[in-house]
């Protein structure tokens, strides 16, 4: 299946300005070759239930953020959290959100085991060298917890195991005007 390049957000502001900061420092990550920027859950009824799914918002529609079997790995944004608003006078916020990956392991490298603590690490040394971002939790091919209830049907994210790893860093992001 493949996947929609992400949106372009021409001016950023607020949280989607501080994915795109984040997003090019991930850059210096090689195997990390694509890097969306936020991601919508939308809700596609059915006859039994509501179903929700990661969409991007491309071309004023909504396209379905699914696997790439061409790329090594791809990264969104999900901002599900409410906002906070830090008490400095300064009109500052603060939000969780998460970071998802998605890598495709054999494009990656040639390993004969499944090294997701790897890919960890080096997504991690580059999230604790930004001053306005604070790991706060961290799951990896643990879909309930890395997609968050999302119905991954048709998507390709139900087989979400080897030769595929799923990661999810929850980050607290300060934006707006603060003091770091």
């Not at 991007?56 to 608003?85: C, N, P, R």
């Not at 580059?126 to 049907?153: A, S």
């Amino acid at each position: 299946m493949r996947y929609h390049e992400a949106n372009e957000i021409y001016l950023p502001t607020g949280i989607d300005k501080r994915f795109d900061e984040i997003n090019k420092e991930l850059e210096v990550i090689d195997w990390l070759t694509v890097r969306h920027g936020r991601a919508w859950r939308v809700s596609e009824s059915s006859t039994k239930q509501n179903k929700q799914k990661f969409k991007l918002l491309t071309d004023g529609d909504f396209l379905t953020l699914a696997k790439d079997d061409d790329v090594s790995a791809f990264s969104f944004w999900v901002a599900d959290d409410f906002e906070t608003v830090i008490e400095n006078g300064q009109g500052g916020y603060e939000r969780e959100v998460g970071l998802v990956v998605v890598a495709n392991l054999p494009r990656i490298g040639k390993k004969d085991y499944i090294y997701t603590e790897e890919l960890k690490q080096e997504v991690m040394s580059v999230l604790t060298t930004i001053p306005f971002c604070d790991v706060t939790r961290y799951y990896d091919n643990d879909t309930k917890r890395v997609f968050g209830g999302v119905n991954l049907e048709n998507t390709g994210f139900e087989l979400t195991v080897f030769p595929f790893a799923t990661l999810r860093f929850n980050i607290k992001i300060k934006y707006g005007n603060y003091c770091v």
